[in-house]
């Protein structure tokens, strides 16, 4: 939002330069994006009156002037500019100025001589004028410096924050001056007093509101006999200033009073429109108009129009027709000034990328009661600068009135937020310099009327308490340390362990990926297993496609896994962490899972055997197995059904006895349609039942100093042995020197063993840490070994 700093002056007494006005607002919560000055004109820039124009002798589009500029005799100047005629007053840049990048010299153009360049608006740095040069006011003293006759200006450009439209004008920038200066009600509002005639504007004239759901107000004036010309020099500059392009004195109106109070208004020439009546509505299925950029537009009923008795003539918010323009033959003006509703607009502006300075403010809401005010200023600037005569009355079609909005804040609440002493007397001068008007107040809380223009932002008791501590000023409020609580240790952190769980993730060598919690309800159904009713259901979804909390992760990894197989990308090792969701009784259920997905070739950087070896069950399965000895947990894997997985394929791990992951072949189900190269192996873990387990403690042993004694055992065994079995037994004869076992093969042949029989073959390694171990006591713990697993497991030494 840009504001001229001279024409906030006009409604506020400035206390400050441009600089300190930037830096006490932006203390106050309105930033600044940049700071430009206008009119900074050299001195040797001065008024001359052009006393005669003649025909350069040698060149068809130049003239040679003689100027007075208040010097001992008239200087000749040579000028390009259709309007240097004689009489005129004008900017005369004197030999020496430094002007737009060059200096000035005394110089002969096409053989004449000229001793200094009448300059236009650009060159001067005033606008982006260049028809013609800069004429001045008629009373402007010749020989004097320009800059004294037209002035200086400087344009501030302010960031807005979303809440704050007030500040959309300057109005609402010169309101929140008054208040931070602490000039308290000291707002300079113009008149908008302007005598009227005629038959009153409801026997011209009719307005009706189809849409009052998208037009809560709409108010129409008339004016007549007014006549299209340029503006007054003051009018153009100030729009010029805030980058908005003069058009004619009526248009030029409407911007103005826009930019004075930020209510946007439109004019239409009133014997253009078919049947002298205004409708509000919305558009109709294909409906077409041309607006004034002279494109056709198809509308859709989304869109909302202003039209006559017969066709649209604007479109609402966004952009005027070109059938209702103001011309020059225009007389008599119909005014609108009207509230839409900010959604409405901003769907139809993005949908025809059309953005304007009506179409900003009305996105983001204007104050409803700002209607009337700005259409009777409008109307009395179109009487003053246009000669018109104003219509009796007004028609305001305004059904619901926006109740009055008042809020109460409690005395001992503002201090507590603010941390520092705040006297009643001064939450109620802070609170006034705004416009609010207190209704009710006792010992413990103030009761404010929130002013219309701020009904959108200041809604409950922080909402004045912020404003409370912006207008005190928060630079002025000390700081104090903040009070510090202690918590537990950090492995109780559910986000700490989170992050720990993907970094020895990530170090096993898999990627992580990311989804929506939330997913398609019926494929979260087809790939969980969970029931419709069971699915947690956002009330107000993105979209259909997305209109339930995940139950699982699946449908997520899926989805990734689909996306990159489409991309050529078919070696596949990621996991992904995050919260799922099922309905229970109660409350919504919600956990942390992990899942982590394995498919494709385990080694695609290696060469010939080693490249084509597909990931397989024992992949995943050592990935979970580094995964737990990284969190020092010894978990249980065991073969399990689950209906993620294909029969046969799944195994459940567990801790302490509680199943905490499942993993196996993604069922046929789950992987239809993906494409697949390789079998898709899947792991679910429940992160929250893993989290809980206690790991012992850390330890760090020295490095063996005497050597280890390896023995092979090799037996004959039911087929159904399984060497989770081995191992318990071994560890059940407790041998203190038992360093590590390791199976090395298993064989299974009927004719040599049998049917129903394997051959298992295990490394037991025994080192004692205090001494070299002899023989003898090397083969006394192996043979104790051997006989324990023949009579704990019935197997037959070989």
């Known amino acids: 939002m840009k504001t001229s700093v001279n024409w906030l002056k006009s409604y506020v007494d400035m206390p400050w330069t441009t600089a300190e006005l930037a830096e006490r607002l932006t203390l106050a919560g309105l930033e600044v994006e940049g700071i430009e000055t206008l009119g900074a004109v050299p001195e040797t820039v001065v008024v001359g009156q052009i006393l005669s124009r003649e025909a350069h002798p040698n060149a068809d589009r130049l003239s040679v002037c003689q100027v007075e500029v208040g010097a001992s005799e008239p200087l000749q100047v040579v000028c390009g500019a259709p309007n240097c005629d004689a009489g005129v007053k004008v900017a005369c840049a004197l030999v020496g100025t430094a002007l737009s990048g060059m200096t000035i010299r005394k110089a002969k153009i096409r053989g004449v001589e000229s001793s200094g360049m009448l300059c236009a608006e650009d060159e001067l740095g005033l606008g982006d004028g260049h028809a013609g040069i800069l004429v001045l006011p008629a009373d402007a003293p010749i020989g004097a410096p320009v800059v004294g006759v037209i002035g200086s200006d400087a344009v501030i450009d302010w960031e807005v924050t979303p809440n704050r439209t007030d500040w959309n004008s300057h109005l609402g920038i010169a309101r929140e001056i008054a208040a931070v200066a602490g000039q308290g009600q000291a707002l300079r509002l113009p008149s908008t007093a302007c005598p009227s005639a005629g038959p009153g504007i409801e026997t011209l004239a009719a307005v009706a509101v189809e849409a009052p759901d998208r037009c809560p107000r709409y108010v129409a004036r008339m004016v007549r006999n007014v006549r299209i010309g340029p503006s007054p ?41 078919e049947g002298h009546r205004i409708v509000v509505r919305r558009a109709r299925p294909g409906e077409r108009m041309v607006t004034l950029d002279d494109i ?11 039209c006559d008795g017969a066709r649209p003539v604007a479109l609402a918010g966004v952009m005027g027709g070109a059938n209702s323009v103001i011309r020059d033959e225009t007389q008599t003006v119909l005014l609108e000034s009207a509230c839409f509703a900010p959604s409405g607009i901003r769907a139809t502006s993005r949908r025809v990328s059309l953005s304007s300075e009506s179409s900003y403010r009305f996105e983001r809401g204007v104050d409803v009661e700002m209607c009337d005010w700005a259409s009777r200023r409008a109307i009395a600037l179109m009487c003053e600068l246009a000669g018109g005569e104003a219509v009796e009355g007004c028609l305001d079609v305004y059904p619901q009135p926006a109740p009055a909005l008042e809020v109460t804040a409690r005395f001992a609440r503002i201090e507590a937020l603010i941390g520092i002493p705040m006297p009643p007397e001064t939450v109620v001068r802070l609170l006034t310099s705004l416009g609010m008007a207190v209704v009710a107040q006792n010992a413990e809380t103030l009761t404010v009327r929130i002013p219309s223009w701020r009904r959108s932002d200041l809604l409950r008791e922080a909402d004045l308490i912020e404003e409370v501590a912006r207008l005190y000023g928060l630079n002025n409020i000390p700081s104090a340390a903040s009070p510090a609580i202690l918590g537990g240790p950090r492995s109780a952190d559910r986000y700490y362990a989170a992050e720990v769980a993907r970094a020895q993730l990530r170090a096993l060598g898999l990627n992580e990926t990311m989804t929506y919690s939330f997913v398609n309800p019926q494929a979260a159904v087809r790939a969980t297993g969970v029931s419709a009713e069971q699915l947690v259901r956002p009330v107000n979804p993105l979209s259909a496609e997305l209109g339930a909390m995940r139950p699982s992760l699946i449908p997520g990894v899926l989805a990734t896994t689909a996306h990159n197989l489409a991309r050529g990308q078919a070696d596949l090792a990621f996991f992904e962490m995050g919260r799922v969701f099922v309905k229970d009784d109660a409350l919504p259920e919600e956990r942390q899972q992990i899942a982590v997905v394995m498919t494709g070739r385990a080694s695609p950087e290696r060469y010939g055997e080693e490249k084509k070896r597909l990931l397989d069950f024992y992949d995943l399965k050592g990935v979970l197995e580094g995964w737990f000895a990284a969190r020092r947990l010894s978990p249980v894997f065991a073969p399990a059904e689950h209906a993620a997985f294909r029969s046969g394929t799944g195994a459940a791990v567990s801790l302490a006895g509680e199943a905490v992951a499942w993993l196996g072949e993604a069922s046929a189900d789950l992987t239809a349609g993906l494409r697949l190269q390789a079998p898709l192996w899947l792991a679910l873990v429940e992160f929250d039942r893993v989290r809980l387990q206690a790991a012992p403690p850390a330890v760090s042993r020295p490095l063996p100093q005497f050597p280890s004694v390896e023995r092979d055992v090799s037996f004959v065994a039911p087929a159904g042995l399984s060497h989770r079995q081995v191992i318990e037994a071994i560890a059940a004869l407790r041998l203190p020197l038992v360093e590590r076992v390791e199976l090395f093969d298993i064989y299974a042949d009927e004719a040599a063993l049998g049917p129903g029989r394997q051959s298992m073959a295990y490394s037991v390694v025994y080192r004692d840490p205090t001494q070299t171990l002899t023989d003898k006591v090397v083969n006394d713990l192996h043979e104790k070994l051997r006989n324990h697993l023949a009579s704990s497991l019935g197997v037959e030494l070989r």
């Open 233 to 273: 020099e003051w009018l153009q500059r100030a729009l010029k200033a805030v980058g908005v392009r003069p058009i004619n004195n009526v248009v030029d109106i409407t911007n103005y009073v826009m930019m004075e109070c930020g209510q946007p208004l439109h004019a239409f020439d009133y014997e253009l429109l």
């Open 296 to 306: 056709e537009r198809v509308l859709t009923p989304e869109d909302l129009l202003i």
